[in-house]
């Protein structure tokens, strides 16, 4: 019986080779897919530093919670940054003094054409500081008008504020403001510096009291972040302003001082002597007549061994009752002890 032929068992086939089209296709998968696990790696890896971030400083000094910006919780060992408490921006007088101080701004600089919207936005290039205080001076600066990177903006802004500091003549622990911080658009900063260019040229604006802002100190030590918080004054409030609240009406009377008058003649008094009559008006006609007897006065009590006052004749004239209050309180203090 004749056997049927056996089918030799088949060969396994040979995988059909790839096009290159194909392996392009499946290179570029694979690199998505890389790249897509890389970046989520990243992205944990910034959520984690941001949690770790929000827990430090949630601590019980600091119950409020914060939205943080991740380079705000990125830190090298003992770096030190600050940041301000996002619910104290909306404190109501934080918001008013900014709106005087926006106004103030904008009317000096009305000639300019120069509108501020927003103080750290714009303010911090140095750009309108510059122009603010050749107003508020009265002399031009040495600095390029323009300026584009990052190197020639902190270059201007700092010899604005050199020459801002020096005109502001004070010590170098009250200055509460550099280059970094107005560049970097703080708002403490910031405030700090108009506050006190709006005390230091009597600016005719009424800055509201006892401004302040809660501000969140956080720190790396040993891999850990900490923080703290501190309450930065910007305004303070003086006994003046209470006795304006509370007796206005009886503050008219330093109005008699505004012609520089009895003053000049309260001088002789206090330090004994008689001051001739040509050396100031006895009845002055004009602004300037009363500006000169009034800085005649200041000279009188620098020669009495007082400081020269700080208000300006001109505020005295104009029947600036804060000028005129701290003029006579200076005499008080220094002569109510002498017989």
Aim: net charge negative; proline share 5%; glycine share 4%.
């Amino acid at each position: 019986m004749a056997s049927s032929p056996q089918k030799s068992p088949s060969s396994p086939k040979s995988p059909t080779p790839k096009s290159p089209s194909s392996r392009k296709k499946d290179d570029s998968f694979l690199g998505k897919l890389g790249g897509t696990l890389a970046r989520r790696k990243k992205a944990k890896e910034v959520s984690e530093l941001q949690e770790e971030g929000i827990n430090a400083i949630n601590l019980p000094l600091s119950p409020s919670h914060y939205e943080l910006d991740p380079e705000d919780t990125m830190l090298e060992e003992n770096e030190v940054r600050t940041m301000v408490d996002p619910n104290s921006k909306n404190d109501r007088k934080l918001q008013e003094l900014i709106k005087v101080l926006i106004d103030w701004i904008n009317d000096v600089l009305v000639g300019e054409r120069i509108i501020v919207k927003d103080l750290t936005e714009d303010l911090y290039d140095g750009q309108v500081l510059q122009k603010l205080f050749e107003k508020l001076e009265g002399e031009k600066l040495n600095v390029a008008e323009v300026t584009q990177s990052e190197i020639a903006q902190k270059q201007k802004l700092q010899t604005v504020l050199e020459r801002i500091n020096e005109s502001l003549k004070l010590s170098t622990r009250n200055i509460r403001w550099n280059v970094d911080s107005v560049h970097a658009k703080s708002i403490v900063a910031i405030l700090h510096l108009l506050v006190a260019l709006s005390q230091h040229f009597r600016a005719p604006i009424r800055l509201p009291d006892h401004v302040s802002i809660q501000v969140v100190v956080v720190q790396k030590r040993e891999g850990i972040l900490q923080s703290r918080q501190i309450q930065e004054e910007i305004t303070e409030r003086d006994a003046f302003d209470t006795l304006f609240d509370h007796a206005p009406d009886k503050l008219n009377v330093v109005k008699k001082f505004a012609d520089g008058v009895y003053l000049v003649l309260l001088m002789g008094l206090l330090e004994g002597y008689f001051v001739p009559l040509y050396n100031f008006f006895l009845t002055p006609e004009n602004f300037d007549q009363k500006v000169h007897n009034v800085s005649f006065s200041f000279e009188l009590m620098q020669d009495g061994g007082l400081e020269r006052p700080k208000p300006r004749p001109e505020d005295i004239v104009n029947c600036d009752l804060k000028s005129t209050l701290r003029v006579l309180y200076n005499l008080f203090s220094r002569y109510r002890n002498v017989d």
